[in-house]
């Protein structure tokens, strides 16, 4: 079953920093170009980084250029973000996507593939 599987969620105080990661269950699905998004209670998945294949080009939203990092090992099959300098507004579910067609997107419709979610919580 092809799937992405997140980790390293948890709950920190502001100034804070987590490390997400993204593995994919097969080699062919570690490949695509990567994103992640965040969901937060009664509000829309937004775009918050995405990578290319090679890992060459990454993508950020404004509110989390400078503090997060995406980055990716497609010899382990895995994406991971790195995030520093964590603000209360950071905590949402984040996941991590894969498209098929498309780098760098910020639409969740262009992302085909889903991982299931991993909670961030930051504390003022």
């Known amino acids: 079953q092809v799937q992405l599987v997140e980790s390293g969620g948890g709950a920190v105080q502001a100034g804070g920093s987590l490390r997400l990661s993204c593995a994919a269950s097969e080699r062919t699905l570690s490949t695509y170009p990567k994103g992640w998004f965040r969901q937060a209670p009664g509000k829309e998945r937004d775009f918050v980084a995405a990578i290319s294949s090679s890992g060459g080009g990454t993508y950020y939203a404004d509110s989390v250029k400078g503090r997060f990092t995406i980055s990716r090992d497609n010899a382990k099959n895995t994406v991971y973000l790195q995030m520093n300098s964590l603000k209360p507004e950071d905590t949402a579910v984040y996941y991590c996507?894969?498209?098929?067609?498309?780098?760098?997107?910020?639409?969740?419709?262009?992302?085909?593939?889903w991982g299931q979610g991993t909670q961030v919580t930051v504390s003022s």
């Open positions: 996507a894969a498209s098929i067609m498309y780098t760098g997107s910020y639409y969740p419709y262009d992302y085909t593939y």
